[in-house]
């Protein structure tokens, strides 16, 4: 299903960038006014209830993010790497396909004492913080 964002404005002091996955423009637009944005709206005297929308033609449609191959290692007690190569849209998503998945081959040999994961995208450089 695409997304969709649009700002919606409140009296002229306020407004709220969303992002809205629907089959249509229309439909995201109508989930917007259904919904408060999650940031919520600022205060002030002015402040209604109503909400505007943007013209019909003044939305970007959100493309999803480009999928890329990340290799994900599993390093085991016995100083033994297995591998995976998972395609994913990010490294975080890449880790949890890997564990989920369970297909480990055998990579190769290391010097470490607990079992652990890291992760490298395509060019082979460790993504910290995973």
Same mark, same amino acid.
């Given at each position: 299903?695409?997304? /969709?964002? /649009?700002?919606?404005?409140?009296?002229? =002091?306020?407004?709220? !960038?969303?992002?809205?996955?629907?089959?249509?423009?229309?439909?995201? *637009?109508?989930?917007? #006014?259904? !919904?408060?944005?999650?940031?919520?709206?600022?205060?002030?005297? !002015?402040?209604t209830d109503g909400?505007?929308?943007? &013209?019909p033609d003044d /939305? #970007?449609?959100?493309?999803?993010?480009?999928? *890329?191959?990340?290799?994900? !290692?599993? #390093?085991?007690?016995?100083?033994?790497?297995?591998? *995976?190569?998972?395609?994913?849209?990010?490294?975080?998503?890449?880790?949890? #396909?890997?564990?989920?998945?369970?297909?480990?081959?055998?990579?190769?040999?290391? &010097? /470490?004492?607990?079992?652990?994961?890291?992760?490298?995208?395509a060019h082979g =450089?460790?993504?910290?913080?995973?």
């Open positions: 299903m695409p997304k /969709f964002e /649009f700002t919606l404005t409140r009296d002229v =002091t306020e407004s709220a !960038n969303v992002v809205i996955e629907a089959d249509t423009i229309e439909e995201a *637009q109508a989930k917007a #006014l259904e !919904n408060p944005p999650p940031g919520g709206w600022a205060v002030d005297d !002015n402040d909400a505007y929308l943007p &013209d /939305f #970007l449609e959100v493309q999803p993010p480009e999928m *890329q191959n990340f290799t994900v !290692n599993k #390093l085991v007690d016995a100083y033994v790497v297995y591998a *995976q190569v998972i395609e994913a849209t990010t490294a975080e998503e890449a880790k949890k #396909l890997a564990i989920d998945e369970g297909a480990w081959e055998y990579s190769h040999v290391s &010097d /470490f004492d607990a079992t652990d994961y890291t992760v490298h995208d =450089t460790e993504v910290i913080g995973i």
